[in-house]
């Protein structure tokens, strides 16, 4: 399997390996992105990286001058029509990599794996995030009130999409 999915001008997303697993552990926790993630565990990053990635791939976001990782997504659903983007963390902020490696993702999502719909949650209270998503032509759904529980505290969740023709139209 070809562990590179797609290439732009300064970034490359492709499949994680093993030697990635320690980068996407301290990535999930770093001050900076826990307060806006749910972290999974190093045995199930472990299991999808050791998998077929028919349901479930780690991808890496790296910069293709220097090969240095600089974000990484988790994709869900990829044996469904709607593919779920989960866990949009890229390191280096303020750079233009949030919006650069989303549109590579949206562009291997729609142009080459043809999926209907692409969709993400996101903390109600990311703003940078929303912001990101929003530019990128995602629209909200609507609001899952209270559905996780952090730190004692219930959280509500804002669901985003993008259907393949509102993709295609931009």
């Known amino acids: 399997m070809n562990k590179i999915l797609i290439e732009g001008e300064r970034l490359r997303l492709r499949r994680a390996e093993m030697k990635d697993l320690k980068y996407i552990f301290e990535l999930q926790y770093k001050p900076e992105n826990i307060k806006f993630i749910l972290p999974f565990s190093e045995n199930f990053h472990t299991a999808i990286i050791n998998s077929d990635n028919s349901e479930k791939m780690d991808v ?5 001058a220097t090969g240095k990782s600089v974000g990484y997504f988790m994709l869900c659903g990829l044996d469904d029509i709607g593919i779920e983007w989960r866990h949009v963390i890229i390191d280096k902020k303020g750079v233009g990599y949030g919006k650069e490696s989303l549109k590579l993702l949206m562009k291997w999502s729609f142009e080459i ?18 912001h990101l998503y929003e530019s990128c032509g995602l ?3 609507g609001i899952c009130r209270e559905c996780i529980l952090v730190n004692g505290v219930y959280e509500d969740l804002i669901v985003l999409s993008i259907l393949d023709r509102e993709y295609f139209s931009n």
């Open 60 to 64: 890496i976001v790296e910069e293709i």
């Open 113 to 130: 794996k043809k999926f209907h719909r692409g969709w993400l949650d996101c903390k109600t209270y990311n703003e940078r995030a929303l």
């Open 139 to 141: 629209k909200r759904e």
